[in-house]
């Protein structure tokens, strides 16, 4: 994870799946979470929200940026003369200091020193339709010649791949935001629904997503797709452009139908879950489950999207659906049980709650979070649920200190980590 700051702009946060590396209740009891869902719960058509071109998007800001902001802006820092999103957080002090954080129309995160700002009011209302075609209009100019815009009902893709690429990754993202409905639904997260459309950036090549990541990632020709926190983008490439390997290599651009066959073959699971990853982050903190801004405690933010990453074999879209019940991971599983044998879990465990990224053992750290995530999901999911709601509801941009992170996470699990480990390592061994 990588951080980086501008004037204008929040910590660049990058939550990378590099090729997949990211990888107490007694344990007799039923496991929780395969209990039926209730007759209450709502059903995805029915949580569904008028997305129509008419609907007035309302309740924004306008922030008027002073000129002597605008004339002593740094080199490639983004400033514009006016901004206009959704209010974040309101820091500024009586003095003039202080800062004004706001989501932009186009989902930018935006972080405003009040020194900077001219004025704030409301800004004026206007339908989805119209934000649509701004923010298509905006991508275009962005990307420039050869990139076309396909949209869905919560998603912008911009592509330069074959429209069958295309079709296949808004068939993937929607399948995917429903079946996150259906877990809210099913832990009891009321979460808010998202009117502004989520973009989604697809090149054709390796190669080009390589040169347009390595602008806001470490390790950009290791992986297949990133979401950035900063810009609400996910990003990734065309995995079925290309076939074969080195001189041998050939590409090709297929129909929807035959990039469907070609990704559903299991060969190519591997790279297919770094974008089912990568898009779980963005709906997660898109919805309000955990928050761009921070806090959040990362080990549930990427337990939840390994929890997400493994295919169920029943949807059409190339084995990749949603139900309430979730498979193993059979690979972070395979890696958990190769490093709880060689490690103290009962450290591994606390250190894991305490961080706030990732450092030293990747492969350790998000296998551990898996295997927790998914022993807390099967077997103390209501506590799961509020621990992950209490964070989510903590002020945004809150120091969130190791300590805090221990007595959260103490607060609804215990503070008996043996015990907890004990029926983690039980738990796992029966999987």
Same mark, same amino acid.
């Given at each position: ?19 997949t590396?990211?990888c ?5 009891e ?17 949580a ?36 206009? #999103? ?11 200091g ?8 186009? #989902?930018?995160?935006r ?35 050869g ?29 995917l935001?429903?079946g996150?409905?259906r ?7 009321d ?32 992986i297949?797709?990133?979401?950035n ?38 060969n ?6 770094t ?9 997660a903190?898109?919805?309000?489950l955990f928050?761009?801004? #921070?806090?959040?405690a ?7 999207s ?8 029943k949807?059409?879209?190339g084995?990749?659906g ?15 049980r190769?490093?709880?044998?060689r ?18 053992d990747?492969?350790a ?10 022993y ?17 509801n ?7 200190s ?30």
């Open positions: 994870m990588k951080r980086a700051t501008s004037t204008l702009g929040t910590a660049a946060i990058i939550l990378t799946l590099s090729a590396l990211l107490s209740a007694q344990e007799q039923k496991d929780a979470s395969d209990a039926p869902e209730t007759p209450s719960a709502r059903s995805v058509k029915s569904r929200v008028d997305r129509s071109d008419d609907v007035p998007i309302v309740g924004r800001k306008r922030v008027a940026i002073k000129q002597s902001a605008l004339d002593e802006s740094e080199e490639g820092v983004r400033l514009e003369r006016e901004i206009i #999103g959704r209010e974040i957080a309101d820091y500024r002090t009586p003095s003039g202080g800062k004004y954080a706001i989501e932009d129309e186009y #989902g930018f995160l972080t405003i020193p009040a020194a900077a700002i001219k004025s704030i009011d409301d800004a004026p209302d206007a339908t989805l339709g119209e934000l649509r075609e701004a923010c298509k209009k905006r991508l275009l100019a962005e990307f420039g010649e990139f076309s815009v396909k949209t869905t009902d919560r998603y912008l893709f911009v592509y330069n791949s074959s429209d069958g690429y295309a079709e296949w990754c808004a068939r993937l993202f929607d399948n935001a429903d996150f409905q877990y809210a639904d099913k832990n009891g997260f979460l808010k629904e998202r009117l502004e459309p989520m973009t989604v950036v697809v090149f054709a090549a390796k190669s080009e997503f390589v040169r347009y990541a390595s602008n806001e990632t470490p390790g950009a020709d290791q297949a797709a990133y979401y926190l900063e810009t609400n983008r996910v990003v990734l490439y065309d995995l079925s452009e290309t076939e074969g390997t080195g001189a041998a290599a050939t590409r090709r651009r297929r129909t929807f139908q035959e990039t469907k066959e070609y990704l559903s073959r299991p190519a699971a591997f790279n297919v879950a974008i089912v990853h990568e898009a779980t982050h963005q709906v903190y898109n919805r309000g928050q761009r801004t #921070g806090p959040f990362l080990w549930t933010a990427e337990g939840l390994l929890l997400f990453e493994t295919p169920n074999g949807a059409s879209q084995g990749w949603y139900r309430s019940v979730f498979p193993v991971n059979e690979r972070q599983l395979a890696i958990f190769e490093v709880a044998s490690t103290s879990q009962k450290d591994a465990l606390r250190d894991l709650i305490r961080q706030d990224k990732f450092m030293v990747l492969r750290s998000y296998a551990t979070s898996w295997a927790l995530f998914h807390l999901y099967k077997k103390r999911p209501k506590e799961l649920a509020e621990y992950m709601r209490e964070i989510a903590k002020p945004p941009f809150t120091v969130y190791p300590e805090d992170r221990i007595a959260d996470f103490e607060k609804y699990f215990g503070n008996d980590w043996e015990k907890l480990t004990e029926n983690l390592l039980k738990f796992v061994k029966r999987l």
